[in-house]
T-cell receptor
Framework: DVKVTQSSRYLVKRTGEKVFLECVQD?????MFWYRQDPGLGLRLIYF???????EKGDIPEGYSVSREKKERFSLILESASTNQTSMYLC????????????FGPGTRLTVL | GENVEQHPSTLSVQEGDSAVIKCTYS??????FPWYKQELGKRPQLIID?????GEKKDQRIAVTLNKTAKHFSLHITETQPEDSAVYFC??????????????FGAGTRLAVHP
């Protein structure tokens, strides 16, 4: 059974802080994704990675960066948190790329004050 | 840019009735269309998907239909039960300029099944 975990369920940060969100999957998946989920907007892709040290920008990469040093771990970094980055952040992984089941983590609800 | 429109945003049905959620997409090259279910406070989970080489797929009480000409696809749930209450997201595959694929998600439909 695929397991995707995220480092925190809830996080409260101050404007301007550097924020790290971590995601770990245990099924040796090549592909990992970071989405943010906002009411009425569905899930929007921030960044994705098809291999270790490989990253590609998604639809809304501004204000974010990512790191994938190991296959099982994909980190999302908010360099200087802003209030408009308050959201639910979901990590996902898949074996065969986009046209394959994406397994999601439980989500991190980030509040930036 | 490419987008996926999903309707309705909310749907309320009586237990035992059918529910239909519709999505339209803009990229004619899209070839993979999954549906995800997200129960309250839980993570999204894939419930069914369809590829562009078929027009319909069924799995027990749920079915998905695809009309490539009209660029729309629909989720059908028959004999609804209270545990079907959730937010449902459709998605369509789309290519980045760099050649990689991504999913574009609809805004979601909140389905409430009343006993």
């Amino acid at each position: 059974d695929v397991k995707v975990t995220q480092s925190s369920r809830y996080l409260v940060k101050r404007t301007g802080e550097k924020v790290f969100l971590e995601c770990v999957q245990d099924m040796d998946h090549e592909n990992m994704f970071w989405y943010r989920q906002d009411p009425g907007l569905g899930l929007r892709l921030i960044y994705f990675s098809y291999d270790v040290k490989m990253k590609e920008k998604g639809d809304i990469p501004e204000g974010y960066s990512v790191s994938r040093e190991k296959k099982e771990r994909f980190s999302l970094i908010l360099e200087s948190a802003s209030t408009n980055q308050t959201s639910m952040y979901l990590c996902a992984s898949s074996l065969e790329g986009v046209a394959d089941t994406q397994y999601f983590g439980p989500g991190t609800r980030l509040t930036v004050l | 840019g490419e987008n996926v429109e999903q309707h309705p945003s909310t749907l309320s049905v009586q237990e035992g009735d059918s529910a239909v959620i519709k999505c339209t997409y803009s990229d004619s090259a899209s070839n993979y269309f999954p549906w995800y279910k997200q129960e309250l406070g839980k993570r999204p989970q894939l419930i069914i998907d369809i590829r562009s080489n078929v027009g319909e797929k069924k799995d027990q009480r749920i079915a998905v239909t695809l009309n490539k000409t009209a660029k729309h696809f629909s989720l059908h749930i028959t004999e609804t039960q209270p545990e079907d209450s959730a937010v449902y997201f459709c998605a369509a595959s789309n290519k980045f300029s760099g050649g990689y694929n991504k999913l574009i998600f609809g805004a979601g439909t909140r389905l409430a099944v009343h006993p």
